[in-house]
């Protein structure tokens, strides 16, 4: 009995050597194990006291157009080639200098909103730039767009000095489909002429600026409209209606080339602001004026 005894207590002897290892490894854990804790408690705290701020919403420049004065812009003609597929940019005069020009041209085919844009070098005036109105892949397919029916049209002018833009609306016109009726896009110039008919295609354009202004009579009282034709401008509007911004509006003012300004005196419209008159040479430009001193 004594020796198995004996033999137990040596077998039990080590275990109690191996105890305080043992304790110190857990406490080490443990401490590890609260340290951790704690680092995350921490980043936590921090992170819900101060949040990242929220990005601030980034507000769209609007570009200023239509700032400088008529006697200062250019005179702009957009007209359709006979093929209905391309648009000619003509600059003829700069008023104001530049030495170049870029445009974005945007048109509504259907229901589709389109575009298209490029930049001009101002060497030599007038310079005109065909746009191509459609697409075309990679390997050089093309497709054309169809059913046009107006749009708008922003240049911007650029110099040593600086810049200035313009931004103008155009209504597109097609022989197959309107008849011999003709507006501009705001309504505000409307024509009947079966000789203007005779074209396959027709632009009336709300101009950015007029031709030979330091020849133009009284006071321009109206927007500018250009019209632009697949073939000629030749023969008469049977009526045109011109809407004026005051009721001083006296005269139709028109240009052709070749002929310079003329004027008619307008008879009264529907309102005491529009002028409306007969039998009117087909022109380049109509524009109402104030006109008290013309014979």
């Not at 008919?197 to 009336?204: C, E, G, H, L, M």
Request: proline residues 4%; charged residues 25%.
């Amino acid at each position: 009995m004594t020796k198995e005894i004996h033999q137990t207590q040596a077998i039990n002897q080590p275990s109690a050597k191996k105890t305080p290892w043992i304790i110190g490894g857990v406490l080490v854990l443990a401490l590890v194990v609260i340290g951790g804790v704690g680092v995350i408690a921490k980043n936590k705290l921090f992170s819900s006291s101060t949040p990242a701020p929220a990005p601030k919403p980034t507000k769209k420049v609007l570009e200023p157009v239509n700032v400088i004065e008529l006697k200062e812009r250019p005179f702009i003609v957009l007209k359709p080639k006979a093929d209905g597929h391309n648009i000619l940019i003509t600059i003829n005069n700069l008023a104001k200098p530049a030495n170049k020009v870029e445009y974005e041209l945007e048109y509504q085919t259907g229901s589709m909103l389109q575009g298209a844009f490029g930049q001009i070098d101002l060497t030599s005036l007038p310079i005109t730039e065909e746009v191509f109105l459609g697409s075309c892949s990679a390997g050089g397919a093309c497709t054309y767009h169809e059913d046009l029916k107006g749009g708008s049209i922003l240049t911007r002018f650029y110099d040593n000095q600086g810049s200035y833009a313009l931004k103008s609306d155009f209504r597109w016109w097609e022989k197959d489909r309107d008849k011999n009726q003709f507006a501009s896009k705001d309504a505000k110039l409307q024509l009947t002429s079966d000789d203007l008919a005779k074209n396959s295609y027709v632009i009336i354009f709300n101009g950015a600026g007029v031709p030979d202004f330091d020849k133009l009579k009284g006071q321009a009282v109206s927007d500018i409209y250009v019209i632009g034709a697949s073939n000629s401008l030749k023969g008469k509007a049977s009526t045109l209606t011109l809407r004026a911004k005051t009721e001083e509006a006296t005269h139709v003012a028109y240009w052709t080339e070749g002929e310079g300004w003329e004027y008619l005196q307008s008879n009264a419209g529907d309102d005491d602001k529009e002028l409306k008159v007969e039998n009117i040479p087909l022109a380049n430009v109509y524009l109402a004026v104030k006109l008290t001193n013309y014979e």
